[in-house]
């Protein structure tokens, strides 16, 4: 079995006998219906093979279908003049990068098509790509098929520098407008990306362009359902099993656990990340694929300069006319969290009519936090802390080991701004406790300001107060008043009750204190 790591091209795993998952029958209904489309995915979710599979059939390359559903499903297979725009590759630096890939792109679709473009040299490059459409029409007798492919790169590249911003958005929205003044000459036009820009205005006069991201009707169009797990993957999850020495259904389990749980509207089918899940059946091993493919630094940015609470990414409950509407440069970074694949829908409530998102997996919740935790904390494997060392030590039944380990943390946060001491405070023993939560039990009941947690191990029961901007003894009371380790007495194991208290004046945890519950009340 090959498996198609990193080939997005559908002539080249189609010729080349790479696994292909059949999504015809569903780009077959975008085919029908035509128009005017666009699609929000994650990166690395099969929105190129898409557009490469749309321009296949537009192509008339029926032989690259044979056996594929869609091969049954029409009989038409005249082909289109299609223009295919791939803005992945480009460098997008400079004021003229983006005109500069445009130009040569319109250039080499002019040299393909034989179209004599002299007198047109001195025209801008959107003037050209109108033409360019009329012209193909006119001359083959078909209208033309407009493909483009992350159309929001140059703007992306260019977010955190918003001069060369604005210019690519001007050059963007000068260049799709064609869209809609060529409309009689193009049959369909389909654009994907990651984000939406709605405060850009990129797509103000492109009223035909219909967003279907949010369609229940093509939620699976991209990515891997359970289905299709089943059905294609069955060669890779024996060999998994074998290596592993666990059964099929273990298998299922693991990756269910790793890689699943993306959804696209409020009655999406579970879809598994595609990217990893490939690469995990290419390499015989379940790792952080997709996580590692690419770094949420612009996410990073937004965090730091709200101070955002970590705990209030996932999950969240958000209306969802916003999150539909909302683009990645609005204020609220929930948005861009979904957009960009770090937080998903989970569940849907009609009568309110909001999306509750939380992280869809594993491999996106855990990767995630530890790059913010690296970013963060970036001295913290520098000064000898680190996240198994800590599990250790609470494995181990050592209190005063891992709280100086952790008052050491505290100490080492890097407070950007004077005020921030407290945001950053919860933040860090947020991702500290969530990260052990990877390796150990844990229950979470956060509110007010105040973090109130409880750890488990297989000996061990740990349960924290923590206070800022009071005493640890305070802390402690609050523990021994509200006997928080009755519920857990009869459980056999021993039970360590801990205080502590941040101090946002001096930005330092002070010394907590440890105890075991009083022996006549345990």
Not at 375 to 397: C, H, M, T
Request: aromatic fraction near 14%; hydrophobic fraction near 35%; charge should be negative.
């Amino acid at each position: 079995m090959r498996y198609p790591v990193g080939v997005q091209s559908f002539e080249k795993i189609r010729e080349e006998d790479y696994l292909y998952v059949d999504k015809t029958a569903l780009i077959f209904s975008i085919i029908q219906e035509k128009g005017y489309f666009f699609l929000s995915r994650p990166r690395r979710f099969g929105k190129s093979l898409l557009l490469s599979t749309l321009e296949a059939y537009f192509k008339g390359r029926r032989d690259l279908f044979k056996g594929l559903a869609l091969d049954s499903l029409t009989e038409d297979w005249e082909p289109r003049p299609v223009l295919h725009l791939d803005l992945n590759n480009g460098t997008y630096t400079s004021p003229s990068g983006l005109l500069e890939k445009l130009d040569s792109q319109v250039s080499e679709w002019e040299r393909e098509f034989s179209i004599d473009a002299n007198e047109d040299k001195e025209k801008s490059v959107s003037l050209r790509f109108g033409n360019l459409i009329k012209t193909l029409a006119e001359q083959t007798g078909h209208k033309v098929v407009v493909l483009i492919d992350e159309y929001d790169k140059p703007l992306l590249n260019a977010i955190n520098n918003p001069e060369l911003s604005e210019t690519y958005r001007s050059q963007l929205k000068a260049f799709y407008s064609n869209l809609k003044t060529m409309d009689p000459y193009i049959e369909m036009a389909m654009l994907t990306g990651v984000a939406r820009f709605s405060k850009v205005s990129i797509f103000s006069d492109l009223n035909n362009l219909r967003d279907i991201s949010f369609s229940y009707k093509f939620a699976a169009i991209c990515g891997i359902t359970a289905d299709e797990l089943d059905t294609y993957f069955q060669p890779g999850i024996h060999s998994l099993a074998e290596k592993m020495g666990i059964s099929h259904e273990d298998v299922r389990a693991e990756l269910r656990k790793r890689y699943d749980g993306y959804h696209f509207s409020e009655t999406s089918p579970d879809i598994y990340n595609p990217f990893s899940l490939v690469n995990v059946f290419a390499d015989n091993s379940m790792r952080d694929y997709w996580f590692a493919s690419g770094t949420p630094t612009y996410l990073m940015r937004l965090i730091e300069k709200g101070a955002y609470p970590f705990s209030e990414i996932s999950p969240a409950t958000i209306d969802r006319r916003y999150l539909e509407s909302a683009g990645l440069l609005d204020s609220d970074p929930i948005p861009a969290f979904y957009q960009t694949g770090y937080i998903t829908i989970k569940d849907y409530d009609s009568e309110f009519n909001e999306y509750l998102l939380g992280y869809p997996n594993e491999e996106v919740k855990y990767g995630f936090l530890k790059f913010l935790m690296r970013n963060y904390l970036p001295k913290i494997e520098r000064k000898g802390f680190s996240i198994p060392d800590f599990v250790k030590e609470i494995r181990a039944g050592k209190p005063e080991g891992f709280m100086k380990r952790m008052e050491s943390l505290i100490a080492s946060v890097p407070y950007n701004e004077k005020g921030l001491a407290e945001a950053h405070f919860q933040n860090a023993v947020y991702l500290l406790f969530t990260l052990i939560g990877q390796y150990t039990k844990m229950e979470d009941r956060t509110s007010d300001g105040r973090i109130d947690l409880q750890v488990e191990t297989a000996e061990y029961i740990y349960i924290f107060e923590f206070k800022i901007d009071s005493s640890s003894e305070k802390a402690m009371e609050q523990i021994l008043e509200k006997k928080y380790w009755l519920r857990e007495a009869v459980s056999g194991k021993k039970i360590f009750l801990i205080g502590a208290n941040f101090d946002s004046s001096t930005r330092r945890m002070t010394e907590p204190i440890i105890a075991t519950p009083p022996e006549s009340l345990q």
